[in-house]
């Protein structure tokens, strides 16, 4: 007995439109489960990983705007927000509006916040250590994921 499966005839498009074939889909899926390897890491820190983010701009950057960290992260505003709103309730962040446009919020990280910076190189090393790449290897894919990404237009 064949099963559904089996009797339908394979063809190139059919392999084509595998889901295995699909860049998007491999994408998607290192994406997860990237995410998923800086859940544990991130626990003892108390944060999310889209915190984790926000957390890396303004120790990276030092205090920015709320809309130039939205550019950076690629994030707008309604996912932004809430973020930030966690974060300031943890004390990890301060928002201002800007000496002389009130119409621009400034985010701060705090004293509390800057000091977290420490602990979050042992996720960088362990998140390193989980990929398994060399730093090479590991830097060499960092360049692809950037030349993709700017050849789809999103900088």
Do not use: N
């Amino acid at each position: 007995m064949t099963t559904p499966a089996e009797a339908v005839p394979r063809t190139a498009d059919d392999a084509a439109l595998s889901l295995e074939a699909q860049l998007c889909f491999a994408l998607y899926s290192a994406s997860r489960a990237m995410t998923g390897t800086y859940r544990p890491l991130l626990e003892p820190l108390g944060l999310t990983y889209p915190q984790y983010l926000v957390m890396l701009v303004l120790w990276q950057d030092g205090p920015t705007t709320v809309g130039r960290l939205g550019r950076k992260l690629q994030l707008d505003s309604g996912t932004l927000s809430p973020l930030l709103t966690r974060l300031e309730t943890a004390g990890l962040i301060e928002r201002r509006r800007h000496v002389g446009d009130d119409r621009v919020v400034d985010v701060h990280p705090t004293e509390q916040g800057r000091a977290l910076r420490e602990r979050a190189l042992a996720v960088r090393e362990g998140a390193c250590e989980a990929v398994g790449m060399s730093d090479r290897e590991r830097d060499a894919l960092i360049v692809e994921l950037r030349t993709l990404a700017a050849r789809l237009g999103q900088r």
